[in-house]
C-alpha cells in the first residue's frame, strides 16, 4: 500500500469500517511506517471534535433558498455588461491594440511607397537629365568627362595604368 492509498483508509480504519483483509493490510502499513501513526492520531482527533460539535438547524425550505440565491448570483454574472462579449478593459486592451497595428501599418505602407526597388523599372518621366540639374556649359562637360572616365560597369577608371 503507498501513502495515498494509507490517507484515504485512515478515517475507514477508525470508524471500524474495513473488512479484515483491508484492516490486516491498513495495520502492516502502519506497523512498517510508525512515523505516520501522528497523522492517523491528527484524523482521530478531527472525528472526535466533529461528533462533539452541535448539530446546526436549518428551515425545510433552506435547499430550495439557497438554490434560488445560487441561480440569481449566476444570472447577474452573466448578464453582466460587454462589448462583443469582451469585458470593458479587455474591449479596450484590444481596441488600443488594434489601433496601434492599424497606425504601424498603414505608416509602412507609405513610406515603402517612396521608396524604389532594384526590381522596378522606371518611366522616361522620372529619369532626371544632367542638363536639369547643371546650371552652366562648363558643369555639363565635367559631367561628360566623368562619364568618360567611368569603366562600362560603372567603375572608376584611373589614368595611371598598373
Known amino acids: 500500500m503507498d501513502y495515498n492509498k494509507f490517507e484515504d483508509r485512515i478515517s475507514r ?4 469500517d474495513m473488512d479484515v483483509k483491508e484492516r490486516r493490510e491498513f495495520e502492516k502499513f502502519l506497523s512498517d511506517h510508525p512515523e505516520y ?4 492520531e491528527e484524523v482521530r482527533n478531527a472525528i472526535s471534535m466533529m461528533n462533539q460539535a452541535p448539530n446546526l438547524k436549518v428551515s425545510s425550505d433552506f435547499d430550495s433558498k ?6 440569481a448570483l449566476s444570472l447577474n454574472k452573466s448578464t453582466k455588461k ?3 462579449g469582451f469585458s470593458n478593459q479587455n474591449f479596450a486592451y484590444l481596441s488600443l491594440a488594434l489601433g496601434t497595428i492599424f497606425l504601424l501599418t498603414s505608416f509602412l505602407m507609405q513610406t515603402n511607397s ?3 526597388f532594384a526590381d522596378q523599372e522606371l518611366d522616361k518621366e522620372q529619369l532626371i537629365s544632367p542638363s536639369d540639374s547643371l546650371e552652366s556649359k ?7 568627362q566623368i562619364d568618360l572616365l567611368n ?3 560603372g567603375s572608376f577608371v584611373n589614368d595611371q595604368e598598373y
Open 13 to 16: 480504519w477508525i470508524e471500524n
Open 37 to 40: 501513526q501522528l497523522k492517523v
Open 66 to 71: 439557497l438554490s434560488q440565491r445560487i441561480d
Open 82 to 84: 460587454s462589448i462583443f
Open 114 to 116: 517612396t521608396y524604389m
Open 138 to 144: 562648363e558643369e555639363m562637360d565635367d559631367m561628360k
Open 151 to 153: 569603366n562600362i560597369d
